[in-house]
Protein backbone atom coordinates (compact mmCIF):
# COMPACT_ATOMS: atom_id res chain seq x y z
CA UNK A 1 0.00 0.00 0.00
CA UNK A 2 1.82 3.40 -0.84
CA UNK A 3 1.62 6.20 1.91
CA UNK A 4 0.75 9.56 -0.33
CA UNK A 5 2.88 12.71 0.36
CA UNK A 6 2.97 16.09 -0.55
CA UNK A 7 5.88 17.28 -2.72
CA UNK A 8 4.58 20.14 -4.73
CA UNK A 9 1.43 22.40 -5.41
CA UNK A 10 0.08 23.87 -7.95
CA UNK A 11 1.57 27.01 -7.28
CA UNK A 12 4.96 25.47 -8.48
CA UNK A 13 3.50 25.35 -12.00
CA UNK A 14 3.12 28.77 -12.28
CA UNK A 15 6.35 29.12 -14.44
CA UNK A 16 6.25 25.39 -16.12
CA UNK A 17 3.97 22.44 -16.75
CA UNK A 18 7.06 20.16 -15.31
CA UNK A 19 9.11 20.44 -12.27
CA UNK A 20 11.68 18.35 -10.43
CA UNK A 21 11.01 17.76 -7.16
CA UNK A 22 12.79 15.10 -3.90
CA UNK A 23 11.10 12.45 -2.28
CA UNK A 24 13.60 10.27 -0.13
CA UNK A 25 16.02 9.09 -2.47
CA UNK A 26 14.12 9.97 -5.51
CA UNK A 27 14.41 12.79 -7.95
CA UNK A 28 10.97 13.16 -9.51
CA UNK A 29 9.81 14.84 -12.55
CA UNK A 30 6.38 16.08 -12.14
CA UNK A 31 4.07 17.22 -15.13
CA UNK A 32 0.76 19.68 -15.07
CA UNK A 33 -1.20 18.34 -18.27
CA UNK A 34 -4.87 19.28 -18.56
CA UNK A 35 -5.70 19.82 -14.82
CA UNK A 36 -4.33 16.31 -14.38
CA UNK A 37 -0.45 15.63 -12.32
CA UNK A 38 1.93 12.48 -14.17
CA UNK A 39 5.01 11.48 -12.33
CA UNK A 40 8.24 10.24 -14.35
CA UNK A 41 11.67 9.60 -13.14
CA UNK A 42 13.41 12.90 -13.46
CA UNK A 43 16.35 11.71 -16.06
CA UNK A 44 16.02 10.73 -19.25
CA UNK A 45 16.75 6.71 -19.71
CA UNK A 46 18.64 7.69 -22.86
CA UNK A 47 20.85 9.89 -22.18
CA UNK A 48 20.91 11.22 -18.33
CA UNK A 49 19.51 14.68 -19.22
CA UNK A 50 17.09 16.44 -16.53
CA UNK A 51 13.68 16.30 -18.08
CA UNK A 52 12.46 18.53 -16.66
CA UNK A 53 14.50 21.16 -18.80
CA UNK A 54 12.68 19.79 -22.14
CA UNK A 55 10.08 20.61 -23.88
CA UNK A 56 6.07 19.52 -23.07
CA UNK A 57 3.89 18.79 -25.52
CA UNK A 58 0.57 17.17 -24.66
CA UNK A 59 1.21 13.72 -23.06
CA UNK A 60 4.56 13.93 -24.24
CA UNK A 61 7.88 15.05 -22.83
CA UNK A 62 10.82 15.60 -25.00
CA UNK A 63 14.45 15.42 -23.74
CA UNK A 64 16.26 18.80 -23.79
CA UNK A 65 19.29 16.70 -25.11
CA UNK A 66 18.68 14.60 -27.67
CA UNK A 67 14.93 15.13 -28.57
CA UNK A 68 13.81 11.16 -27.40
CA UNK A 69 10.05 11.69 -26.12
CA UNK A 70 8.01 9.96 -23.58
CA UNK A 71 4.73 9.56 -23.01
CA UNK A 72 4.31 10.87 -19.30
CA UNK A 73 1.36 9.01 -18.25
CA UNK A 74 3.02 5.33 -18.79
CA UNK A 75 6.72 6.40 -18.91
CA UNK A 76 6.52 4.68 -22.20
CA UNK A 77 9.44 5.82 -25.16
CA UNK A 78 7.16 7.48 -28.15
CA UNK A 79 10.33 8.61 -30.03
CA UNK A 80 14.08 7.80 -30.65
CA UNK A 81 16.30 7.25 -29.63
CA UNK A 82 14.40 7.00 -26.47
CA UNK A 83 13.80 2.91 -25.97
CA UNK A 84 13.73 2.40 -22.57
CA UNK A 85 10.43 3.19 -20.28
CA UNK A 86 10.68 5.93 -17.55
CA UNK A 87 9.71 4.45 -14.33
CA UNK A 88 6.46 6.25 -12.77
CA UNK A 89 4.64 7.32 -9.50
CA UNK A 90 1.16 7.29 -8.95
CA UNK A 91 0.47 10.81 -8.30
CA UNK A 92 -3.09 12.70 -7.72
CA UNK A 93 -4.05 16.50 -6.74
CA UNK A 94 -5.42 17.11 -3.54
CA UNK A 95 -7.04 20.70 -3.54
CA UNK A 96 -3.98 22.76 -4.58
CA UNK A 97 -1.35 20.32 -3.40
CA UNK A 98 0.63 17.72 -5.22
CA UNK A 99 0.98 14.27 -3.24
CA UNK A 100 2.87 11.03 -4.68
CA UNK A 101 2.38 7.13 -3.74
CA UNK A 102 4.96 6.58 -2.42
CA UNK A 103 6.14 2.75 -0.90
Known amino acids: ?13 AASDAIEVAAGERR ?3 FLVGGEVFATA ?6 DAALCDGFVEGHEIE ?4 QGRFDVRTGVATGA ?8 YPARLAGDQVELGLD
Open 1 to 13: MSTWTRVASLDDF
Open 28 to 30: IAL
Open 42 to 47: ARCTHG
Open 63 to 66: CPLH
Open 81 to 88: PAETALAT
